[in-house]
C-alpha cells in the first residue's frame, strides 16, 4: 500500500473553474456514477498529493487502448461534443505544474495537442532547401500510449485507512519530431466532471479483468496499474 494523500485547495478551484465552463445541455445517457470519496477531514491526520502515468503497454491496462472502447477516444469525443471541458496543461507563472485547471481550451485547441507535426522542406533543382515548415500530422489516437493521474490520498485515523480520490487526468502526448522529447500531460480533464462519461462507457477486456466495469468504476476502485511520478504531502 503506497502512503499517499493531500489538501484540495486547487482541487476546489478546479471545481470551481469546471462547473462554470461545462455546458448545462448533456447528451450522457443515465448511468449509475460510482460514489466519489468524501472523507470527513476531522478524521483526516495525513494526506498527499500524488501524479502517477498510466502505461497502457502493461497487461493490467492494456484495455484503456481497445480500440472498441479506447479511454482517449471516449474523452476527445467528450470534449467536441461540450459533454467535458479540457484545459491547458501548459506550465505559466500562475500555474506552475500546469494542472490547477485553470484554463480551458476549445475542442479543436484540445485536439490539436494531441497532433504532432514534421519539418516538411522544400528543396530547388538542386536539391537546396529553399524553405522549410511545420506541418501538422494527421491524429492517431493509437499514438496515446500514457495517461497521468493526479489524485489525493486520505489517511482517515478513525477507520484506519487510505483512501484516493482522482482529481484529473491527462493523456500524455510525445512529440518525434523533437529530439530527446519526453510524454507531457497534453491536456487536463477535471474527473469528477468526466465521472458521468467514464459511467457511460464500459471497459472492454479481452483478459476479462475489468468485465463489466465501466470506465468511472475502474478508476474509482483503482484497478489500474501506475507508477508514482511526484508527490507532495504533509
Known amino acids: 500500500m503506497k502512503n499517499l494523500i493531500f489538501p484540495l485547495l486547487c482541487c476546489v478551484v478546479a471545481g470551481a473553474c469546471a462547473q462554470d465552463t461545462t455546458p448545462k445541455k448533456s447528451n450522457i445517457p443515465a448511468t449509475i456514477v460510482a460514489p466519489a470519496v468524501s472523507p470527513n477531514m476531522a478524521n483526516v491526520v495525513f494526506s498527499k498529493r500524488v501524479w502517477e502515468d498510466i502505461d497502457l503497454s502493461e497487461k493490467l491496462n492494456n484495455h484503456m487502448a481497445n480500440p472498441q472502447t479506447r479511454l482517449v477516444d471516449i474523452l476527445v469525443n467528450a470534449i467536441s461534443s461540450g459533454e467535458l471541458v479540457a484545459y491547458d496543461a501548459r506550465p505559466s507563472k500562475n500555474d506552475p505544474d500546469g494542472d490547477s485547471f485553470a484554463k480551458a481550451l476549445s475542442p479543436i485547441e484540445a485536439k490539436g495537442r494531441l497532433i504532432d507535426s514534421s519539418l516538411v522542406m522544400r528543396r530547388d533543382a538542386n536539391n537546396n532547401v529553399i524553405s522549410s515548415a511545420m506541418t501538422a ?27 484516493p480520490k482522482i482529481v484529473g487526468i491527462a493523456p500524455m502526448f510525445k512529440h518525434m519530431g523533437i529530439a530527446n522529447a519526453d510524454y507531457t500531460p497534453a491536456f487536463w480533464i477535471y474527473f469528477p466532471s468526466a465521472k458521468p462519461v467514464l459511467a457511460a462507457n464500459q471497459v472492454v477486456d ?19 496499474q501506475a507508477t508514482i511520478v511526484k508527490q507532495t504531502g504533509h
Request: charge should be negative; proline fraction near 2%.
Open 137 to 163: 500530422m494527421p491524429y492517431n489516437a493509437g499514438d496515446i500510449v500514457k495517461f497521468r493521474i493526479k489524485e489525493d490520498y486520505y489517511f482517515d485515523k478513525q477507520r484506519s485507512v487510505f483512501e
Open 206 to 224: 479481452a483478459d476479462n479483468v475489468a468485465v463489466g466495469l465501466t470506465y468511472d468504476e475502474l478508476f474509482t476502485k483503482h484497478i489500474f
